[in-house]
């Protein structure tokens, strides 16, 4: 009886051998995917600024925070945020530095200069960011992009909202 089941349990490892391998799946959902899933199924919405004069275009997975700042709007989800601020340009003001300036000073580095923009990166303690800054002779605006490093894959689509975003009234911004 033992040789039995010894010779039929060596026929049935046999068999399994030719049989192909299931794949193993990795189950565990991180912060990223979350988001990333999120962002699959988000909407566009549009914020008009009264304070800064702007229509802002957002995925519908942050949400936008009343500050009582004046000059400047903040959507965020956690520890993924999208900032918006506007510095007014007037005959006879000085500015002792740009916001492009200040970035750098703080460590970040220039990706690409136009004409009338400029585009950061950088590190502010432990989030990353990804900046605009718009000059349009008579106010500059600056667009930040904070996210910490396990979202840097949710953070491409609005790193490219941020990079394409032009102040012309008539533009209608929109998420890759």
Known sequence: MKKIFLFLSII????CQNQPKLKSFNNVITADDSLNIELSKADILTYHSDKL???????S???HQFLEDEQMEVFLNDDLSLSFMEQRLYKGDD???TPGQQLMGMGAELLEAGDDYSLHTGQDGDFEYYAKVIDD???IVTIILRYLPD???AAEGLKQYVHDYVLNPNTKHSLP
């Open 151 to 153: 979202r840097a894959g």
């Open 53 to 59: 004069g702007l229509d802002i275009t957002y995925p």
């Open 61 to 63: 997975y942050l949400r």
């Open 12 to 15: 049935l490892l046999i068999g």
């Open 137 to 139: 002779s008579t106010r």
């Open 95 to 97: 500015i002792f530095r």
